[in-house]
């Protein structure tokens, strides 16, 4: 279990905050105790009469106790958050590098999204596991041990039964609850993604359920599925109630036969009286200091679940090959061969690619087109060895794909696909992601060969680019590429979001910087393709045609009839 | 508007019983508690001071071990009824939130938003729960049981009473002003923590990028980066909370520290009370002081609930709001019953129409329009223009601000909502399929029985014979979300499947407008007529095929119908039509 082994080298990494909140937490545990234990005894002590310096003595020892354990409940509460926090950052990293291999190949499912949200959500649980899970018992033990010890001055019987006590409550009472839980909450789960699925169909679907009359009894569906969350949840709670409460009776009880006990030992005159409320009073608090075992559960769950989710998600990335050593030479356009290419996706049921021969030359240019889910991305994705393809050989500069270390590509590449990220930063920060010093001066004419010129370069972008425009996200995607550069050029669908005016503004500038190397665009338009060296079109995996514009016109194929249906395609479609 | 209460009050109603009910066990866990310490109080005065033989003391040890059992089962009843009550108000909260959305008109669901929807009814919902399992319980318990507390310490031991009575208020205060000092700390970090916060998915979503452009090492640190100033940030506030939970920790201390000392004095120097009275009091002010300190967790808790509960209830108010007049037709009109429709394609007319999603969108007013019944409708227009919003408003998808539309001469309110759409088949640009097999994501275009035939024969006419036969299971395939995903041209022949099995009268058609496969245009060109033979068919129309044979083309521009007739009527008389149809071909032809 790789993410427990993480977990652990976080912790350890934290040992010296994690010490000195140990320390604070048991000397407030002993304080508490002490505290009342004192108190008790103070108040019996009374009974003899005693001179009024003992008491005073007494007094200003409770007094110090209070402010020593409130002290060291600050001390205790400022390290293990500062711990907790400092132990996420950890996780982060280390899973974010597990997470790098395997981009976007394990992590491309149709809700993608919701993956990474869940990935972030698990790792942020995982840090609970510290604070609710790991901490709490360790301190609790070592308080009751040294309470056990103090009682054990007074009788090694009394001290027996805090023992036991000890025992139930620390990993009887919370084994108990864990059993009953488990089954409960993961019911809980699945009645909670239950809810959100039909409910998410039901917006999604709205149109077509109100049309066909079918809105009723998708609300009767929710409804129930909502009553049955509900009732599972609340079955959830009373489990977590009632562990608290055996904790509390099982306390009380304990409590108890320290005074039945105690009276037994008194009537034996094998203890002194005095010291039987000290003794109850001790009792009564150290279980109260327990109360976190009581939600010990709930946490201890939650964390095993997000741990073992993450460990179906990362494993597959530990058996990343390693990459070879050759490298694509980056001073040169490089030549493009994919022979017998087949290629599926992990999470779908027919192949995207079926058999693909294609042969680009080194710096000619090359488009694909067909329709959306044809297989055209899937090439862009194999060509930057994002996939390995099932069956068949890609080559540049006739070198197999797979001898070649996949960084050298992405570096010799400018690459704009058709999802583009942008994180939260500048219009800079997101240009320069290759790293590369690049002037003002260039990078503001970038910018302005990418049709942005009004954008400035400090210009704030927000998560995901949410303060851009689709058509501004393509052209500061694209000004990326051409800042970043390379004598391969891989786009996908770089302006479907554009108009014709711009668009063209744009492919002049693109194809001045890269003349002489080897282009590869996906269009989603058949327009501005009679400068191609060749065109390949695509249906459902397949290459079903290739060559110039005006071959494939005069041929009257696919091509051509995809031409005429565009033709007929007036409004949004332009 | 009668409807001037709050959602959390609405809930509150519900829970009066329960509430009563809470207060009764609260008043006798109070009297649990007190009835402990007095027992234990007695036993070890009994044992200690009076050295009374264990033998003597079993029905007193008896009852304080059933006090002990009693104490236990009160808490737990009280959290049974939190528990019972926070069921509660979630399913009624959803059941809102689900009727709501169920009934929402089209507009307000085609506000996208979709995520956000679900996750307030899961997890905003979830979150207002702490207010019935936890605020509610907690506060009751503290407004009866140290009240209960107190008069049982001043009818024994008054002095006592006096400092709990004078120091308690310090307490509750203290948590208030904790959580305002906090919560302002924490507003004045907001922009910063979220900033810090979101690092770490931003990184990877954009992991592929990253990747591409040789980032990714450097990313680990950026995300190291933020996350440790995400916790000095943090640590900041909490550091706050802490100071102050230290200090109302030295209140408690202190407060129990003068009870004790009092107590010392008046058992030593004035010799005025008995060792029983002193323990006694000594056992339940600890008890009275973490009653008091509960208060503080469950206000916080209680506050939380309260913002999740709030933003359930601004969604519930946005979409009254939302087109208000619009909303009150729907649910006013009886719907249900009234005229019925019949099988044949009705006489279709606006008179007067307006129609706005907000009161600063844009209008949209059809002064008069007639559609014949078997007519070929092409609604036509630059994008934005309100082509989609006409078409919903005809299909009654939409209620009118003002205005009306008759079908076959009569309002369209007079007739039976089901029978209008039973008549209507409608084929969107991105049909949705429904998590199930593919018979049952056909079998939902008509409410009439079907069997499989049917189905197969609507399936194969939309041209998706060829696709099923190639599957393992057929038409029993699972597709939809958890099962096979279909390609945009299958999704579109699937939403012609549906619209075949139900032989509409009334055909609406959201065109799509780029992206399909040769097969699929080729199948809709062939059946859409197919289908329309014997219907009325109202299309948004983006293919100039449809248009040209179109009976009548709508052309429709900031929300006004500007133009209709015929293509060739239009091109000639309306520059704005022609200089689009021409427009685009032009810049296509290039």
């Known amino acids: ?574 | 508007m009668k409807r001037k209460q709050t959602l959390l009050s609405e809930l509150m109603s519900e829970q009066r019983r329960s509430m009563i009910v809470l207060t009764g066990v609260s008043l006798a866990l109070g009297a649990a508690i007190i009835g402990q310490a007095a027992l234990l109080s007695e036993a070890v005065n009994r044992i200690f001071v009076m050295h009374a033989d264990l033998s003597s003391i079993v029905f007193l040890l008896g009852s304080l071990l059933a006090v002990m059992l009693a104490r236990a089962l009160l808490a737990y009843g009280n959290g049974r009824i939190g528990l019972y009550m926070a069921a509660r108000a979630k399913r009624t909260m959803r059941e809102k939130l689900i009727r709501k959305l169920a009934n929402d008109s089209v507009s307000a669901t085609a506000g996208g938003q979709t995520g956000g929807k679900v996750s307030l009814m899961l997890d905003a919902v979830d979150e207002g729960e702490g207010y019935f399992s936890q605020y509610l319980p907690r506060m009751i318990e503290a407004a009866v049981i140290p009240l209960l507390m107190l008069g049982v310490v001043f009818a024994w031991h008054y002095p006592s009473g006096i400092i709990m009575l004078v120091t308690a208020p310090f307490i509750p205060i203290f948590m208030v002003l904790v959580g305002l000092k906090t919560k302002k700390k924490s507003e004045e970090k907001v922009e910063q923590l979220s900033q810090f916060a979101g690092t770490f998915l931003d990184s990877l979503q954009g992991l592929v990028t990253l990747k591409l452009y040789g980032r990714a090492r450097s990313q680990e640190q950026e995300i190291e980066r933020s996350s440790l100033a995400f916790r000095d940030a943090t640590m900041g506030i909490l550091k706050i909370a802490f100071t102050n939970t230290f200090m109302l920790e030295l209140i408690v201390m202190l407060s129990i520290g003068l009870v004790s000392l009092e107590l010392a004095l008046q058992l030593v120097v004035f010799q005025s009370m008995s060792f029983h009275t002193a323990f006694f009091v000594l056992l339940l002010v600890p008890e009275f002081f973490s009653l008091l300190k509960n208060t503080g967790t469950a206000f916080h808790s209680g506050r939380t609930s309260m913002g999740a509960m709030r933003k359930v209830e601004q969604l519930l108010e946005e979409r009254k709001g939302e087109g208000q007049t619009g909303t009150e037709r729907t649910t006013v009109q009886p719907g249900e019953e009234g005229l019925m429709l019949g099988p044949m394609p009705p006489n279709i007319q606006l008179n007067d129409v307006r129609f706005q999603y907000a009161p600063d969108s844009f209008k949209l007013y059809v002064e008069k329009l007639t559609i014949e019944p078997g007519g070929k409708i092409a609604i036509v227009g630059k994008s934005g223009a309100g082509k989609t919003t006409l078409l919903h408003l005809i299909a009654g998808l939409l209620p009118s601000d003002s205005g009306d539309i008759q079908l076959n001469g009569r309002p369209y309110e007079m007739y039976k909502r089901s029978s209008w759409f039973e008549g209507m088949s409608y084929i969107t640009q991105h049909p949705y399929i429904f998590s199930g097999t593919l018979a049952e994501n056909i079998a939902i275009g008509t409410n009439r029985a079907v069997n499989r035939s049917e189905v197969e024969q609507a399936a194969a006419s939309a041209g998706l014979a060829e696709m099923i036969g190639g599957l393992e299971k057929g038409f029993d395939t699972l597709v939809g979300e958890g099962g096979r995903g279909l390609s945009g041209g299958e999704k579109q022949r699937l939403a012609l499947a549906r619209a075949f099995l139900n032989q509409p009268a009334v055909i609406l058609f959201d065109e799509p407008t780029v992206g399909l496969d040769v097969h699929t245009e080729k199948v809709l060109q062939r059946s859409i007529s197919e289908l329309a033979e014997q219907a009325t068919m109202i299309t948004v129309a983006h293919r100039l095929y449809t248009i040209r044979e179109a009976d009548l083309i709508l052309y429709v521009e900031n929300g006004l119908l500007l133009g209709s007739g015929k293509h060739d009527e239009l091109v000639e008389c309306l520059p704005a039509y022609a200089e689009m149809v021409h427009l685009q071909r032009k810049g296509r032809a290039g």
Request: negative net charge; contains cysteine; hydrophobic residues 45%.
């Open chain 1, 1 to 574: 279990m790789s993410e427990l082994t993480i977990l652990t080298k976080a912790m350890f990494r934290e040992r010296k905050d994690i010490a000195i909140a140990m320390a604070g937490g048991f000397v407030a545990g002993i304080g508490g105790v002490s505290l009342f234990s004192a108190s008790g005894y103070l108040i019996s002590q009374t009974v003899f009469a005693p001179p009024l310096y003992t008491l005073i003595v007494l007094i200003s020892i409770v007094k110090i106790l209070g402010l020593l354990r409130a002290v060291s409940r600050y001390a205790e509460r400022l390290y293990t958050h500062q711990a907790t926090f400092s132990i996420l950052s950890r996780l982060r990293t280390s899973f974010f590098a597990k997470l790098v291999p395997m981009a976007p190949g394990r992590l491309r499912t149709q809700r993608s999204g919701d993956l990474l949200a869940r990935i972030v959500g698990d790792v942020e649980s995982l840090q609970h596991y510290f604070l609710r899970v790991a901490y709490p018992p360790v301190v609790l033990v070592m308080v009751f041990l040294a309470t056990v010890l103090f009682a054990s001055v007074y009788s090694i019987w009394i001290a027996g039964l805090l023992v036991l006590g000890m025992l139930v409550v620390v990993f009887i009472v919370p084994a108990i609850i864990l059993q009953g839980q488990r089954k409960i909450r993961g019911r809980v789960r699945q009645q909670r993604a239950a809810l959100s699925t039909d409910a998410t169909e039901m917006l999604y679907g709205f149109l077509e359920l109100k049309v066909y009359g079918k809105l009723r009894k998708r609300e009767q569906q929710l409804l129930e599925s909502s009553d049955a969350l509900a009732s599972e949840q609340r079955a959830a709670g009373l489990q977590l109630l009632n562990g608290q409460s055996l904790h509390t009776f099982v306390s009380f009880l304990i409590a108890w036969s320290v005074l039945v006990l105690g009276g037994y030992l008194i009537m034996r005159g094998s203890l002194a009286g005095v010291f039987l409320a000290m003794l109850i009073m001790a009792a009564l608090t150290v279980f109260e200091e327990a109360a976190a075992m009581a939600t010990l559960p709930a946490y201890k769950q939650d964390s095993q679940h997000a741990a073992q989710r993450l460990a179906e998600t990362v494993q597959d990335g530990e058996a990343e090959p390693r990459q070879p050593e050759a490298s694509l030479r980056s001073d040169t356009a490089p030549s493009i061969e994919l022979s017998g290419v087949s290629f599926q996706y992990a999470d779908e049921w027919r192949p995207a690619l079926r058999d693909v021969h294609i042969r680009i030359p080194a710096g000619s240019k090359a488009a694909i087109v067909g329709a959306s889910g044809s297989g055209k991305t899937t090439i862009i994705e194999l060509l930057l060895k994002l996939h390995a393809p099932n069956e068949g050989l890609i080559r540049m500069n006739d070198t197999p794909l797979e001898e070649l270390h996949e960084a050298s590509i992405w570096q010799s590449a400018a690459v704009v696909l058709q999802q583009s990220h942008f994180f939260r930063g500048t219009i800079r920060d997101n240009l320069l992601l290759n790293g590369d010093m690049l002037s003002e001066e260039e990078l503001r004419d970038v910018l302005v060969k990418a049709g942005l010129p009004y954008k400035s370069l400090d210009d704030l972008v927000y998560e995901r680019g949410e303060n851009l425009s689709d058509g501004e996200k393509q052209r500061l995607a694209l000004a990326r590429a051409m800042a970043k550069g390379g004598h391969l050029w891989l786009l996908d669908e770089p302006t479907s979001s554009l108009d014709v005016v711009t668009e063209q503004h744009i492919y002049r500038q693109l194809f001045e910087q890269a003349a002489g190397d080897t282009l590869v665009l996906i269009c989603h338009r058949l327009s501005g393709l009679e400068s191609m060296d060749q065109i390949i079109v695509m249906d459902q995996g397949t290459i079903v045609e290739a060559g110039t514009y005006g071959e494939l016109m005069d041929k009257e194929g696919f091509f051509y009839e995809m031409k005429q249906i565009e033709r007929q395609l007036i409004g949004e479609g332009g």
